[in-house]
């Protein structure tokens, strides 16, 4: 509920993710019971039929209908011009024009991306979205950005995805004050590639709590707040670790089979997969630095994941994410110059 | 035995790494009476006790002194000017002048680098050299380089990764044809960094068996067996790696303890920690691109460690790395060109 007791609006992307629609509007039904919120599916009207297969309880759950939508592999800049219609456009039209609070999509991480910024628009003095989780169980206090929306960074997108990630960490993860630190190959002010070496100068006038540089273990050791890469770098990190946490499942299983109770092995490889991988348990993260809220479900996402990034959006939109970022960047903005 | 019956002969800088000189003289006495290599040992006159300690039985293990040597933290550039006598140079110059085969040292990579590099030089078309390895036991054939000691790399030196992995699985790993591949965030050509894809045509030019871009979970998967990045990139990675290795071991041995007999469980902890990690077997690795054979052995290096980073150094020169190296870079020397 708003404070004048009126319910958030969300918009869902019907037709994003591996299993959408019937997963996605199972979610959005789930959603709206458990969280109380009021959804606004965008999808093709076939969606209608799922929509009456879950919700059986006259929950505030709607039909905005489109033929087009964005299909895996698309070139994101593509959408914009050729499917202007497309449901995950559609969806974060309805946060521009004020008629929902926050859009959810599964939909491909490009062509949430493209809406964020096409259709929402980016907040002043953020050059470019960025993406950023805890990404490892072993260090869940450690939120590292950017993960793979920028390559080729400036050492001022650098200082830009710190900003987001500090009032990100204070906001979600309740740290007062949150460590900052620039991810390099050596923790002296010197080690580090150009675009490292020139960042980290910006940082220490930043007034961030910059502690300086950290190295690929403190990833692990999560001795940074937040952590602030290229996004090259972050996505070649993450899907290391998706590939080495899949792994790790499978010896752990085949090494242990028949010397444990098999319930308690599963559980314990469960355990093992969130500690070498995704801490993420949120189902998705937001776009951040859009000028509005924006969530990015994953991809494999099923109902429950859906429903619990629809529950994340309404965190976003209730903890005023997107003001006090504002709010931040301005105190900050004689640093941040844009590139010359 | 080189092929006129003479034994080969390496020198040692009998004051790199952590355990120096002790473990290293214990480690070189080892490898003289297995391997049959005869020992130079570079070190502080004091050494001669280390020598006389373990080397009971009249090995060819000779002792040439020096007072100056490399400690942790120092500057490798300074150490070419200041301490032109220091061990780690002086047991370089030793197979510049033809007096040794090889050398090895547990010292800083910095160090060993520079010593490479400014005593024994290049190989003719490499303008910087590299430090790879097969990094994770999931994927023993995948070789990974530059893994630190070139940040900013620009496609050239790329594609000069690229050929030195080339020679060294063939002759190492035993591959004929190894399949190359640039470490990116997206497997289609347009993806990656501004690097990235400026390298990938050059790659396509050059003879070698490219198969295009990988990502991050391919070093796992081991889909190419030469994966070329930035010793940024490599450098987080490979630490990052170590980090996660170390946690996992702790976790696993927390949370089955009592499930599984201890012995057991001490083993399938040590087999994990190798499939996570690195997957180096020889005690050290290479420095490759170096006219000659430099070996830089774990700083961490014991009496067995060094033993086999001596083994290793006996197999490059025995394998004749180097003149195959010399060879296939003048084969591709067209596309090959410097930076303009």
Not at 143 to 167: E, R
Request: net charge neutral; charged share 25%.
């Amino acid at each position: 509920m708003t404070e004048t007791g009126k319910k958030l609006r969300i918009a869902v992307d019907a037709m994003g993710g591996d299993h959408a629609p019937g997963e996605v509007v199972r979610g959005a039904v789930m959603a709206a019971e458990k969280e109380g919120v009021e959804i606004k599916l965008v999808g093709v009207p076939a969606a209608q039929d799922e929509i009456a297969k879950w919700n059986k309880s006259g929950l505030p759950v709607t039909l905005f209908p489109t033929d087009e939508y964005v299909q895996e592999g698309e070139p994101p800049a593509m959408v914009l011009r050729k499917k202007p219609k497309a449901s995950v456009l559609l969806a974060a039209k309805m946060v521009r024009t004020g008629e929902a609070d926050a859009v959810v999509s599964a939909g491909p991480t490009g062509s949430v991306m493209a809406a964020a910024m096409g259709v929402m628009g980016l907040i002043e003095g953020i050059e470019r979205p960025v993406i950023g989780g805890p990404f490892v169980g072993f260090a869940p206090n450690s939120f590292v950005l950017d993960l793979g929306a920028n390559v080729d960074s400036n050492p001022y997108h650098l200082l830009n995805f710190a900003v987001i990630g500090t009032v990100y960490v204070r906001r979600f993860l309740n740290i007062e004050n949150p460590k900052v630190a620039l991810l390099s190959v050596g923790s002296e002010e010197g080690k580090g590639n150009e675009t490292v070496r020139e960042a980290y100068s910006l940082f220490r006038k930043s007034g961030l709590n910059f502690i300086g540089n950290v190295e690929g273990m403190d990833l692990v050791s999560g001795k940074a707040n937040v952590v602030v890469c290229d996004g090259f770098v972050g996505n070649i990190l993450i899907k290391f670790s998706e590939g080495m946490g899949y792994a790790v499942n499978r010896w752990l299983k085949a090494s242990f089979k028949g010397h444990v109770p098999d319930e308690k092995l599963e559980d314990l490889a469960g355990q093992l997969f969130t500690m070498t991988n995704i801490a993420d348990k949120a189902g998705g993260g937001p776009i951040l630095g859009a000028n509005g809220v924006a969530i990015k479900a994953h991809g494999r996402s099923k109902a429950d994941e859906i429903a619990k990034a629809i529950n994340m959006a309404k965190w976003v939109v209730e903890t005023n994410f997107v003001g006090e970022l504002k709010a931040e960047l301005a105190r900050i903005k004689e640093t941040i110059k844009p590139q010359p």
